[in-house]
């Protein structure tokens, strides 16, 4: 099934993988703006994705709150953090956003992980929009939020 394929990561890791992974982007950058003065294109791309990111902590809060389906929850902030990261990236002026300062080499690294993200994302959200009565058996298909593996 393409869905398994698409989120079978988000489902392994759940809720506390994805606020480890979004905590420690959270917490790198926030170091990394500290330590390093630059100023420019590699600290505003830096900050400006980092910001919007922020939006993932919320949705994992959100669905952990409401007992809700994480991956179905993290549908409506990873797809802004991801499309408003490129989007930033161009803005900012693509490869200006990255150097050899730790700045520089944070967004490298940023850049990379938000290009495989990015990727998945798209492919999950055609997908979704292709077979939106798949999209729904697969969430149907899941354990319950509170039931252990």
């Not at 420019?40 to 939006?55: D, E, I, K, M, Y």
């Not at 990015?118 to 354990?143: E, I, R, T, V």
């Amino acid at each position: 099934m393409v869905f398994k394929a698409l989120f079978g990561m988000s489902d392994k890791m759940g809720p506390f993988g994805f606020l480890v992974m979004w905590f420690s982007f959270f917490f790198t950058t926030f170091g990394v703006l500290l330590a390093d003065s630059s100023v420019g294109a590699p600290r505003n791309f830096c900050f400006a994705s980092q910001l919007v990111c922020c939006t993932n902590l919320v949705s994992v809060a959100y669905a952990m709150t409401n007992e809700l389906d994480f991956t179905k929850v993290s549908m409506l902030t990873t797809p802004l953090d991801m499309f408003v990261t490129w989007l930033a990236f161009a803005y900012f002026g693509g490869s200006a956003v990255l150097s050899s300062t730790p700045i520089g080499v944070f967004n490298w690294i940023q850049v990379v992980m938000m290009g495989m993200m990015g990727l998945q994302m798209m492919f999950s959200l055609l997908a979704m929009a292709w077979d939106p009565a798949g999209y729904k058996k697969y969430l149907n298909d899941k354990k319950p939020v509170n039931e252990n593996p």
